[in-house]
């Protein structure tokens, strides 16, 4: 766990030290109807705990 903990810190010391665009690979349409489907899907899940 320890080594978890530093990796973790050290990522986040250096998180913007080389900063890059974020770049959509799909068209926002594809994401938002990929978004939907999951959501519908998650509405259909019995939970064990009935919460």
Request: aromatic share 6%; proline share 8%; charged share 25%.
């Amino acid at each position: 766990m320890p080594n978890l903990i530093e990796a973790i810190e050290l990522r986040a010391e250096h998180w913007n030290d080389d900063p890059q665009p974020f770049v959509w690979h799909k068209p926002a349409e594809e994401i938002i109807a990929k978004v939907r489907r999951g959501r519908a899907g998650l509405g259909q899940v019995n939970s064990a705990t009935r919460h």
